[in-house]
């Protein structure tokens, strides 16, 4: 018996130390990939976007554990193909190039994924599409048809999508990729960004932006400021009964302390009406700051400044003539003798089928008198109104108007992050009367009908939008695949 149990132990210690080194493997390999990844992004000088699809995570909630994959709708046996060419386990990178002088009308993309074997790879891609002669040149196969070009090397592919590259000059971008992933740069930036555990995450470089908006509407000083340089990055994860979406800024000092956010908008949590809203907006904006902003960039004024652009006559006359008029105004007496930056909206449902409103906003003395104008003649629609030199403050019900002892406001516990940022909102689409609204068709209306609620908080520094779904227990895009099977049968015969 004590054999038995010696031998038993044995296999399982094997076992046990085979998984490990099967996890730490793949691990490795991801880590590496990662490292690859960083390589190349930072060895990019014209890099305007960049971004990271975890592939396996996105199948497996999208198909493979919704409705979708017995439906017959999606080619299973072709996704099944491709997954015994890529590497499904590791993500998938992009970037996005403009041309060495910065032009963005012409830009470059480039995925980046990893394979397990370059053979298997070309037939794979043979069975789907006209591929022409495979060029071998330095270790390196390069598939180049049309847009798309290919270049595969023993663990990797690059697909490289440009409209006006020439075959010889896309093997020279492609080769560069590829010394560029085995090269050692690194970028503290990037590594934060494109390892971070989400969905998807798509990054947009602000500086060659500017640079190439500058001459084209004139603002020379955009060109030279270096406090127009970082990162904004977009982060979408998909949790059970969550879509979430991640906002980051990775803004220069100069940007991030010029203070055009107050810390938070509590105080104005305190303006909206009594009672349990729908829906609620509060705001707390540094008008200060950015009044300096706009003089800084803006001293002609939006308007002017895109009427002396360059930019083409049709999309000049989309800018409204009002824009010019309100413009003007803030140009002689400044933004902060119009407003204070603080806003605070409440909406409110009572019998589940009217609404009523709350709306604070916090003004300066020469908006008073325009505001007493347009909402004076209608006051009896109100419960009560007062324009002062410093607020604007309606409330359209008794019940829900302004806070006391006695009428207080009642959130729900889901909404009690409102105003821990300068930028908080929330909508109750659950107990909404109008949700209808929100629909025009019977798709957004089937996706509506999964909602619950919507959540967001944000400042200059990031912020987070939160889309809570009524099933709680299924993931959210789960959730929204499983509704495609019944819409296409119900679209055919309807």
């Given at each position: 018996?004590?054999?038995y149990?010696?031998?038993?132990?044995?296999?399982?210690?094997l076992?046990?130390?085979?998984?490990?080194?099967?996890?730490?493997?793949?691990?490795?390999?991801?880590?590496?990939?990662?490292?690859?990844?960083?390589?190349?992004?930072?060895?990019?000088?014209?890099?305007?976007?960049?971004?990271?699809?975890?592939?396996?995570?996105?199948?497996?909630?999208?198909?493979?554990?919704?409705e979708?994959?017995?439906s017959?709708?999606?080619?299973?046996?072709?996704?099944?193909?491709?997954?015994?060419?890529?590497?499904?386990?590791?993500?998938?990178?992009?970037?996005?190039?403009?041309?060495?002088?910065?032009?963005?009308?012409?830009?470059?993309?480039?995925?980046?994924?990893?394979?397990?074997?370059t053979?298997?790879?070309?037939?794979?891609?043979?069975?789907?599409f006209?591929?022409?002669?495979?060029?071998?040149?330095?270790?390196?196969k390069?598939?180049?048809?049309?847009?798309?070009?290919?270049?595969?090397?023993?663990?990797e592919?690059?697909?490289?999508?440009?409209?006006?590259?020439?075959?010889?000059?896309?093997?020279?971008?492609?080769?560069?990729?590829?010394?560029?992933?085995?090269?050692?740069?690194?970028?503290?930036?990037?590594?934060e960004?494109?390892?971070?555990?989400?969905?998807?995450?798509?990054a947009?470089n602000?500086?060659?932006?500017?640079?190439?908006?500058?001459?084209?509407?004139?603002?020379?000083?955009?060109?030279?400021?270096?406090?127009?340089t970082?990162?904004?990055?977009?982060q979408?994860?998909?949790?059970?009964?969550?879509?979430i979406?991640?906002?980051?800024?990775?803004?220069?000092?100069?940007?991030?302390?010029?203070?055009?956010?107050?810390?938070?908008?509590?105080?104005?949590?305190?303006?909206?009406?009594?009672?349990?809203?729908?829906?609620?907006?509060?705001?707390?904006?540094?008008?200060?700051?950015?009044?300096?902003?706009?003089?800084?960039?803006?001293?002609?004024?939006?308007?002017?400044?895109?009427?002396?652009?360059?930019?083409?006559?049709?999309?000049?006359?989309?800018?409204?003539?009002?824009?010019?008029?309100?413009?003007?105004?803030?140009?002689?007496?400044?933004?902060?003798?119009y407003?204070?930056?603080?806003?605070?909206?409440?909406?409110?449902?009572n019998?589940?089928?009217?609404?009523?409103?709350?709306a604070?906003?916090?003004?300066?003395?020469?908006?008073a008198?325009?505001?007493?104008?347009?909402?004076?003649?209608?006051?009896?629609?109100?419960?009560s109104?007062?324009?002062?030199?410093?607020?604007?403050?309606?409330?359209?019900?008794?019940?829900?108007?302004e806070?006391?002892?006695t009428?207080?406001?009642?959130?729900?516990?889901?909404?009690?992050?409102?105003?821990?940022?300068?930028?908080?909102?929330?909508?109750?689409?659950?107990r909404h009367?109008?949700k209808?609204?929100?629909?025009n068709?019977?798709?957004?209306?089937?996706?509506?009908?999964?909602?619950?609620?919507?959540?967001?908080?944000?400042?200059l520094?990031?912020?987070?939008?939160?889309?809570?779904?009524?099933?709680?227990?299924?993931?959210?895009?789960?959730?929204?695949?499983?509704?495609?099977?019944?819409?296409?049968?119900?679209?055919?015969?309807?």
């Amino acid at each position: 018996m004590r054999i038995y149990i010696s031998i038993l132990g044995t296999v399982c210690l094997l076992l046990a130390c085979s998984a490990e080194e099967k996890n730490a493997s793949k691990t490795d390999l991801k880590e590496n990939w990662q490292k690859g990844a960083t390589a190349f992004l930072s060895s990019e000088t014209n890099l305007l976007s960049f971004g990271v699809i975890d592939i396996n995570q996105l199948l497996t909630k999208s198909i493979y554990d919704s409705e979708l994959s017995e439906s017959g709708l999606v080619p299973l046996d072709m996704i099944e193909d491709y997954s015994k060419v890529i590497r499904t386990e590791l993500p998938i990178y992009y970037a996005v190039k403009s041309d060495t002088t910065g032009d963005l009308t012409d830009p470059e993309l480039v995925v980046l994924c990893k394979i397990k074997n370059t053979d298997l790879a070309i037939e794979t891609i043979k069975k789907d599409f006209q591929i022409g002669e495979v060029i071998n040149e330095n270790n390196v196969k390069f598939i180049l048809e049309n847009e798309i070009k290919m270049g595969l090397t023993e663990s990797e592919m690059i697909l490289l999508i440009s409209e006006n590259i020439t075959n010889d000059e896309a093997k020279i971008s492609i080769q560069n990729t590829i010394d560029a992933l085995q090269s050692n740069k690194t970028n503290k930036g990037i590594t934060e960004i494109i390892t971070a555990k989400e969905d998807i995450i798509f990054a947009l470089n602000i500086e060659p932006i500017q640079k190439y908006v500058s001459p084209v509407s004139k603002t020379g000083d955009l060109k030279t400021n270096k406090s127009m340089t970082g990162t904004i990055t977009m982060q979408l994860s998909f949790k059970n009964g969550k879509v979430i979406m991640t906002n980051k800024n990775y803004l220069s000092k100069e940007l991030t302390e010029s203070n055009l956010f107050a810390k938070n908008s509590k105080q104005m949590v305190n303006k909206l009406g009594a009672g349990s809203p729908i829906a609620a907006l509060t705001m707390a904006l540094d008008m200060q700051g950015l009044e300096k902003l706009k003089r800084q960039y803006l001293p002609k004024s939006i308007s002017n400044t895109i009427q002396d652009s360059d930019l083409d006559p049709s999309l000049k006359n989309l800018v409204p003539k009002e824009l010019s008029i309100i413009e003007a105004f803030i140009q002689k007496d400044g933004i902060q003798n119009y407003i204070n930056g603080n806003v605070a909206f409440g909406q409110y449902s009572n019998d589940g089928t009217h609404t009523e409103y709350s709306a604070y906003l916090g003004i300066g003395s020469g908006f008073a008198e325009i505001l007493k104008n347009e909402f004076q003649p209608m006051s009896g629609f109100f419960h009560s109104l007062e324009i002062d030199d410093t607020k604007m403050e309606l409330y359209t019900s008794k019940t829900n108007g302004e806070q006391n002892e006695t009428n207080t406001l009642k959130l729900k516990p889901e909404f009690k992050d409102l105003g821990e940022k300068p930028i908080s909102a929330f909508l109750d689409i659950e107990r909404h009367p109008y949700k209808e609204l929100l629909w025009n068709d019977k798709v957004s209306k089937r996706i509506v009908e999964l909602l619950k609620h919507v959540t967001l908080n944000a400042d200059l520094e990031g912020g987070e939008l939160i889309l809570t779904m009524k099933d709680g227990q299924t993931n959210a895009i789960t959730q929204l695949a499983n509704l495609i099977p019944s819409l296409i049968l119900g679209s055919i015969f309807q």
